[in-house]
């Protein structure tokens, strides 16, 4: 996880968000914000060991996709058309439809 801190905020406030857990955290320095980190991700594994839920992990944003090959060329076409990588295009009809 990347931490932005700014040197010259004497209160740091983090938060991981994910789709539907969210891990909250502060302190005063670096020092104290990772511990406090390591403290709020037991917690959250304790909570969620508890209900008998898996921990939610956050997305790569990498996933293998198989097409028939006719679906594949006509994806491929409708990007030209557009003028959009393959990739792009896939994600924006993808975000269309979710």
Same mark, same amino acid.
């Given at each position: 996880?990347?931490?932005?801190?700014?040197?010259?905020?004497?209160?740091?406030?983090?938060?991981?968000?994910?789709?539907?857990?969210?891990?909250?955290?502060? !302190?005063?320095?670096? #020092?104290?914000? #990772?511990?406090?980190?390591?403290?709020?991700?037991?917690?959250?594994? !304790?909570?969620?060991?508890?209900?008998? /839920?898996?921990?939610?992990?956050?997305?790569? !944003?990498?996933?293998?996709?198989?097409?028939?090959?006719?679906?594949?060329?006509?994806?491929?076409?409708?990007?030209?058309? /557009? !003028?959009?990588?393959?990739?792009?295009?896939?994600?924006?009809?993808?975000? /269309?439809?979710?």
């Amino acid at each position: 996880m990347t931490h932005l801190i700014d040197a010259l905020i004497a209160k740091y406030i983090a938060h991981r968000y994910r789709e539907q857990d969210v891990i909250t955290f502060q !302190g005063k320095t670096v #020092e104290e914000i #990772e511990k406090r980190f390591g403290d709020s991700v037991d917690d959250y594994l !304790g909570f969620c060991a508890q209900r008998g /839920e898996k921990p939610d992990k956050p997305f790569t !944003g990498r996933r293998m996709l198989r097409l028939p090959p006719e679906l594949h060329r006509r994806a491929y076409l409708g990007a030209q058309r /557009e !003028g959009k990588s393959l990739n792009q295009w896939i994600s924006d009809k993808l975000l /269309e439809l979710a």
